[in-house]
């Protein structure tokens, strides 16, 4: 174990801990200890830790920015990794030769798979940049959100997708080897990207759409307004707990409230303010489930167990979780 622990620390200098509590990296601030957490700079460490973790046969996991994440009270074995630092967190112009200067920024930028999704909505509005708009409230990274195909419908009902701004990617396996991936290579579907699994994401090529950077700022403020007006962020969460079923989606409209979300579908369920322990269904809305302080990741877990047996039996939809749990299979769980 001496020599592991001296491996990782040769790895990544500074940069990693023992038994972190994955409470302080998550969005839900919910979630037992990672075995071991590491923090790369820039890619060669990240190299090196995974080189590092292949000949001691860690598992590996990848977290971003922690706001879609569920972890378990027995946390996560083996290695978990967290990109950050300036290696990670760019947003630079595609032509690196010269001086840019901000409006010489083009309509490609390279953002950095760190970098935080409020980094990059203020500083392509700044540059008179559109596209990322929709993002406003969500606290994730980049990383997380090609890896989720982050993406919201606006107040005029518009779906945004992050993966139809991605033209490339940048990835590097577990082994170490880095390709650059045109973006249908990601296999980007509703909360998905099939064909990334097994693939870290370390840097994206992102198209935006020039527009006067005031326009940009209102839509920015019209949408966090809208998210802030419908949603819960009363307390802690991962935003949405349930996809929305696709083969529902929309089948409904005879009033402005009856489409079959699986928000509207929880709330029909009667699940709004249903406790159990330090987890609430969001009395707002009820595909948000909140921490109220003390919740434990098993209350959570129960709490959708509970709403998705009442939703199949009132509405024969199976809903499936949108956040993330870790570890994925609970058998990887250390007793
Ligand atoms: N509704 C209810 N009761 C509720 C919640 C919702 O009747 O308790 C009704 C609403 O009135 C509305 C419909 O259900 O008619 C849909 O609700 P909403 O407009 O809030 O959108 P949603 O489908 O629940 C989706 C995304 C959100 C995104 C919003 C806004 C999913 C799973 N959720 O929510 O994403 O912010 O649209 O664009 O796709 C997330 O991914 O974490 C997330 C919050």
């Avoid at 790369?40 to 190299?47: A, D, H, K, N, V």
Wanted: proline share 5%; aromatic share 6%; charged share 20%.
């Amino acid at each position: 174990m001496e020599s592991l622990k001296d491996d990782l620390l040769a790895a990544a200098p500074g940069r990693v801990r023992f038994g972190e509590p994955m409470r302080l990296h998550t969005s839900f601030h919910i979630g037992g200890p990672a075995e071991i957490w590491a923090e790369p700079q820039e890619p060669e460490q990240l190299r090196a830790l995974l080189a590092v973790a292949a000949d001691a046969g860690l598992t590996v996991t990848m977290v971003g920015g922690g706001a879609n994440l569920l972890v378990r009270d027995e946390g996560i074995p083996g290695l978990v990794v967290h990109l950050s630092g300036t290696g990670f967190q760019y947003l630079t112009p595609v032509r690196r030769t010269g001086t840019v200067r901000r409006t010489d920024l083009g309509t490609d930028l390279i953002a950095g798979a760190a970098l935080p999704l409020e980094w990059l909505i203020r500083r392509a509005q700044g540059a008179g940049l559109s596209g990322v708009e929709f993002l406003a409230g969500v606290p994730g990274h980049v990383g997380g959100a090609v890896r989720m195909n982050a993406g919201t419908h606006d107040d005029e009902g518009k779906f945004h997708h992050f993966g139809d701004r991605v033209r490339e990617l940048k990835v590097m396996n577990l082994t170490g080897q880095v390709k650059t991936l045109p973006a249908e290579a990601a296999g980007f579907g509703y909360r998905s990207s099939t064909f990334l699994s097994g693939w870290i994401v370390l840097e994206a090529l992102l198209r935006f759409t020039p527009d006067d950077a005031g326009e940009i700022a209102a839509r920015v403020r019209r949408l966090w307004a809208f998210k802030k007006r419908t949603q819960d962020w009363s307390a802690p969460s991962v935003g949405c707990i349930f996809k929305n079923p696709t083969s529902v989606r929309r089948t409904e409209s005879t009033s402005g409230t009856s489409y079959r979300s699986a928000g509207w579908m929880v709330d029909q369920a009667g699940m709004k303010g249903f406790r159990i322990g330090g987890a609430i269904v969001s009395p707002r809305h009820a595909n948000f489930i909140l921490n109220d302080g003390n919740a434990r990741s098993a209350d959570v877990l129960a709490l959708v167990e509970e709403a998705r047996a009442r939703v199949l039996k009132q509405f024969g939809v199976e809903l499936e979780t949108e956040v993330q749990i870790l570890p994925a299979h609970p058998e990887l769980v250390k007793g």
